[in-house]
């Protein structure tokens, strides 16, 4: 009978505790002036956005709640941005190609925790990783989406390149780029179909690929189209047939129109678009991750950073001025826009200083922060979940002080960032 009595004692103590658990703490953020649906442009005033167990419960007039109250009332309050392309594992400098060959793989992944969260902390609650050791950003991935390490939602990719063009590893001896070289490097519409398939086993999200040379590569290729008609539509069907969406790494015209026509999802970078380029986004329905960041970046390296190798500074001179001017005939011709850095080539954490080059591109200060919303949410495919701040979505919440609508440096300095319902950075940090 005792044996009984204890037993029932401990069962109500374990489970009373659990119930207890089982009652989230709300938060109350008291938000002066709200933008909760970017595509409306309807700024509220004097709001309170009640967060629960990750998600917005509901937002209610005036300031309400007792208890866990974050006081906002001076500041302008957004959902959390979405940046459509990084490279979270690694970060450009002097040692960036001694880095690429010394570093393993948790090396790079503890990297990422680093640069993860100074994403962040800068405003951005959702990024898409386009390029990174499969297992590191995995890795990093699913450590943020559980709370073990503090950073954004990570969308992870699968690189699938050709042999010898942008995605490949040049300018190291050959049994380095042996060691080096990817498993999902392909040749042929056949093997393509076959990285893909592997890309997608190693855990990807997504597929970036790269139709043209880039910037970056360490070889005098050009920027122009590297893999075939047959190899992008294979990458495409194959993915698409696997429920992944695929990202383009596109400069040259022949290789971005190849890319659009072949179905991919994204082009990112698309230097040298033209008329038909732009027809072909709307025909298909393909969205531009202009990153304009990157080009700025490399524009100004290419005249400072003597540890830039000499193709690398050839094309960066060449293509970073001209990507705020392929943002604004693409801007001008209706062509979806979603926001991406390229962060990497930039430092991570910087993301915001994209805005204001788009506005230079000539689009509105409210267009760019819908290009960071729910612009890039469709995009992802996660719109019913991020971009917007309403009951049931994820409590990815930023702020900031001043007003963006009219000068989006503000973006720049964020004044209070909740990232699926936890805070990382307070306000008056």
């Known amino acids: 009978m005792k044996k009984t009595i204890f037993a029932g004692l401990a069962l109500v103590a374990l489970v009373q505790p659990v119930a207890a658990q089982d009652t989230p703490a709300t938060t109350y953020i008291h938000a002066g002036r709200l933008l909760a649906d970017p595509a409306s442009g309807r700024v509220e005033t004097n709001k309170t956005v009640v967060v629960t167990a990750g998600k917005i419960a509901e937002i209610r007039d005036g300031f309400v709640g007792e208890g866990k109250v974050v006081d906002l009332r001076d500041q302008f309050v957004m959902p959390g941005f979405i940046d459509s392309h990084v490279h979270l594992t690694f970060e450009s400098s002097p040692t960036s190609r001694l880095d690429a ?76 780029i042996d060691l080096f070289r990817a498993p999902t490097l392909c040749s042929g519409a056949d093997d393509c179909a076959r990285a893909v398939r592997l890309a997608v086993q190693q855990g990807a999200d997504v597929i970036k690929t790269a139709s043209t040379g880039g910037v970056m590569s360490n070889t005098a290729a050009g920027l122009g189209q590297q893999m075939s008609d047959a190899e992008l539509v294979a990458i495409v069907e194959t993915a698409h047939r696997l429920g992944r969406k695929v990202a383009a790494h596109a400069h040259g015209t022949d290789g971005v129109n190849a890319a659009l026509r072949a179905g991919v999802d994204s082009v990112e970078h698309g230097t040298y678009l033209d008329a038909e380029s732009i027809r072909l986004f709307k025909a298909k329905g393909g969205y531009l991750v202009p990153t304009l960041l990157a080009g700025d970046t490399v524009a100004r390296q ?47 954490g910087e993301n915001a200083r994209e805005f204001a080059l788009m506005v230079k591109a000539g689009l509105t200060p409210l267009e760019t922060i819908k290009s960071a919303t729910v612009w890039a949410a469709t995009h992802a495919g996660l719109e019913s979940e991020i971009g917007t701040l309403a009951a049931g979505k994820s409590a990815d919440i930023v702020a900031v002080k001043g007003d963006p609508l009219t000068d989006v440096s503000t973006l720049e300095t964020m004044g209070f960032v909740m990232a699926r319902g936890v805070v990382v950075r307070a306000a008056g940090e």
């Open 302 to 348: 290419a005249e400072t950073a003597d540890w830039m190798p000499a193709p690398v500074r050839a094309k960066a001179r060449t293509v970073g001025p001209l990507m705020v001017d392929a943002l604004r005939r693409a801007h001008q011709g209706g062509v979806r826009i979603a926001f991406g850095t390229d962060s990497a080539v930039s430092k991570h």
């Open 101 to 176: 060959v010394t570093k393993s793989t948790v090396d790079q992944a503890f990297d990422g925790v680093v640069f993860a969260k100074r994403t962040v902390r800068a405003g951005f609650t959702t990024v898409v990783d386009l390029g990174a050791d499969p297992q590191a950003i995995n890795a990093l991935r699913d450590a943020t989406a559980t709370g073990k390490v503090v950073g954004p939602r990570i969308i992870a990719a699968g690189g699938v390149a050709a042999h010898g063009g942008h995605g490949d590893i040049h300018g190291y001896r050959q049994e380095i």
